[in-house]
């Protein structure tokens, strides 16, 4: 899943940097999304692992 975020990011940077706004928007949210994402499941999989809960 982090994979797909890095694609999503380059994608927006790319497509801002070639004037294409509306694109960087939209691939930037997915991005954005998918590292919050990605980080809620890591704290979770940490609080688990440390027994925690």
Known sequence: ???W???FL???VVASIL???GIANISGGI???L???IA???VIAIIFA???L
């Open 40 to 42: 809620i499941i890591i």
């Open 31 to 33: 991005s954005k999304f």
């Open 1 to 3: 899943m982090l994979k």
């Open 10 to 12: 380059v994608i927006a």
């Open 35 to 37: 590292f919050v994402l």
């Open 19 to 21: 004037g294409f706004g």
């Open 50 to 52: 440390l027994g925690i």
């Open 5 to 7: 975020a890095v694609i």
